[in-house]
């Protein structure tokens, strides 16, 4: 910064009438004392000096001061160093779809906001590496030169709205949805061909072989579900409360990788480790558990919570967990890197309070609505509760004399009365925001888009297409919810119409597009008039008697047209399969031959 002469004669006047001077002017002597004093004289150096010191020293107060109104306000979750809002990331979202203007977007933009451009390109072209790899060993995948057909964005991007298309119209078979005959067929003709998606299914490829790692049990989806996970932390800062869980995804296939859950909906299949938000259920992060290899391990909870909550740390908080995971030993670890926990707790976790294992005997000789509590390692609070049985949760950061009422039905002398009871605020919390996970394991089980295979990652690539459209659901309301002018037109928005819209605009359909028809066989306009009976020399079975009732039944008479390339039928009094096959009842039959 050039400073003339005349400037800094002015300051050095303001600064012995000990003025205060501004920012600005500081920084202007600053720099200019720093070019060889430019003549200045020793007592205005020490004065200048005096008031910078000052200056610096009623900044850092100043930082002290809004230091200490954060850590008065820390139950505010926020990333100070990002200055992130709440809630969707407009800036994000308009980065990534180069958005300039405020307008309503499409289904479309915000599923390409997790399956972007680049890694729909990436993924083609590791599946038409994979497709010219199959079409050496299976022909029928490849095209009508026999050569494999190289994928494109578009294409695979129909490919993915089909598949979205198949989880809400859902058919007995694939091959329905190509059927021809009477009550069959569906749209899928209007995204590809029945043997291009059979090919795309096979070739389907989302890592680069070359870069695969053999010591990494997920190297098959290591670069998808690394771009994923990025995206669904990137586009979204959560509200305050968030709630960690585990989801099972069904698959009957072999892998190591395959776990048992009793009492789960899904007993088997892959375990996700999931953290979402508790209002909405959108799937902040996620980690698929690939078992251990080092025998058993003994604090796996403290670990998976500590990997999902790292990027929430510090910031205020809450955090939901059921009784898998909490403990007294992980409460205080949440509490030391400022996150709020609550959860559920099974009596025989260590530095469980001795006198609260009793819970057996306490339920016998108490009433619904009676509560114990007390104080373990750095205050955290235990607590029971009886309802119908005994329940037992732990906090970092309730009070235990905070409660509310609910109410009960209760039977006594065979009537049913209502019967208000004490319920603490930690138990009515945790019934209040624990359902995170289950809110969004709902969502994607309406409409899932998992398909039959024989491959186990194919079966995560399935569910990570899930996780994206419910996810570009959820980010799809925000940004309703965002404009003003869009609330009353779309209040009723359902995830079925969203997934119907996002399909629709995946195949560039129009939304009032005819259904698409499919027809037999054509038939010859002629073909009543010009197909006649010859009679030949040896006997052969009649084809329609065959056809009809699988018996043998040998004719002299065929037919020479090239409908029909010689077929034999009976031609006697008791009938005439001649003329039954070249009418209308037998229309079936040829469109079959």
Same mark, same amino acid.
């Given at each position: 910064m050039d400073v003339d002469a005349d400037d800094y004669s002015c300051l050095l006047q303001s600064l012995k009438r000990r003025r205060a001077l501004t920012s600005d002017e500081l920084r202007v002597i600053a720099e200019h004392d720093m070019d060889d004093h430019q003549g200045m004289h020793c007592v205005e150096e020490d004065a200048l000096d005096a008031e910078l010191l000052q200056a610096q020293v009623q900044? !850092? &107060?100043? &930082?002290?001061? !809004? !230091?200490?109104?954060?850590?008065?306000?820390? $139950? !505010?979750?926020r990333r100070a160093s990002e200055g992130r809002p709440l809630g969707l990331d407009l800036g994000s979202v308009r980065r990534a779809v180069r958005l300039t203007t405020s307008v309503m977007l499409r289904e479309i933009d915000f599923f390409m906001l997790f399956f972007t451009q680049a890694i729909v390109a990436d993924i083609c072209g590791f599946t038409n590496w994979q497709g010219w790899e199959l079409v050496l060993n299976r022909a029928s995948y490849a095209g009508v030169e026999g050569v494999w057909n190289e994928v494109t964005p578009d294409e695979f991007y129909r490919f993915m709205g089909l598949l979205i298309y198949m989880g809400f119209h859902v058919l007995p078979d694939m091959h329905r949805y190509w059927g021809?005959?009477?009550l069959q067929g569906s749209w899928a003709r209007s995204f590809m061909s029945r043997d291009r998606f059979k090919a795309l299914l096979a070739a389907r490829h989302?890592?680069?072989?070359?870069?695969?790692?053999n010591q990494d049990r997920l190297?098959? $989806?290591?670069?998808?579900m690394d771009h994923l996970k990025q995206k669904c932390q990137e586009l979204f800062q959560p509200n305050q409360n968030l709630a960690i869980d585990e989801r099972m995804v069904k698959s009957k296939g072999r892998s190591g990788l395959k776990q048992f859950m009793k009492g789960k909906p899904t007993r088997w299949g892959f375990k996700f480790w999931v953290i979402a938000t508790s209002d909405s259920g959108y799937t902040l992060d996620f980690n698929v558990y690939t078992g251990s290899r080092d025998g058993r391990v003994t604090d796996l909870a403290t670990k998976v919570v500590e990997a999902l909550i790292q990027p929430y740390k510090d910031q205020g908080y809450n955090l939901w967990m059921d009784n898998f995971y909490t403990s007294p030993a992980l409460m205080v670890t949440l509490r030391q890197i400022g996150i709020n926990a609550c959860g559920t707790c099974r009596i025989n976790r260590k530095k469980f309070p001795e006198e609260f294992?009793?819970?057996?005997?306490? &339920?016998?000789?108490?009433?619904?609505?009676?509560?114990?509590?007390c104080r373990v390692e750095d205050g955290i609070l235990v607590i029971q509760w009886k309802d119908t049985r005994a329940v037992t949760c732990l906090s970092n950061f309730h009070n235990a004399n905070d409660s509310t009422n609910v109410t009960r039905l209760v039977k006594k002398d065979a009537t049913w009365s209502s019967l208000v009871v004490r319920q603490p605020a930690v138990i009515s919390d945790y019934n209040k925001h624990m359902g995170g996970v289950d809110r969004s394991d709902q969502m994607i089980s309406s409409y899932n888009v998992l398909q039959k295979t024989q491959k186990w990652w194919k079966t995560l690539f399935f569910h990570f297409i899930d996780i994206a459209v419910v996810n570009s659901f959820l980010l799809f309301q925000e940004w309703q919810h965002s404009q003003a002018g869009d609330k009353h037109r779309l209040a009723d928005y359902s995830h079925i119409t969203f997934r119907e819209n996002?399909?629709?605009?995946l195949a560039g359909l129009d939304i009032h597009a005819s259904s698409p028809s499919h027809s037999l066989k054509p038939v010859a306009s002629s073909f009543h008039v010009t197909h006649t009976p010859e009679l030949q020399k040896s006997a052969n079975n009649c084809w329609l008697c065959y056809r009809k009732s699988r018996i043998q039944r040998k004719t002299k008479f065929a037919c020479m047209a090239p409908e029909c390339n010689g077929k034999r039928f009976c031609?006697?009094?008791s009938r005439n399969c001649f003329r039954?096959?070249?009418?209308? &009842?037998c229309d079936q039959f040829r469109a079959e031959a």
């Open positions: 900044t !850092e &107060e100043l &930082e002290e001061e !809004e !230091e200490d109104d954060e850590m008065d306000c820390d $139950l !505010e979750p021809t005959k009477s989302v890592v680069d072989p070359a870069t695969e790692d190297k098959k $989806l290591r670069y998808l294992k009793d819970v057996k005997t306490w &339920e016998r000789k108490t009433d619904r609505g009676d509560m114990r509590w996002l399909s629709r605009q031609i006697v009094q039954a096959w070249h009418s209308a &009842e």
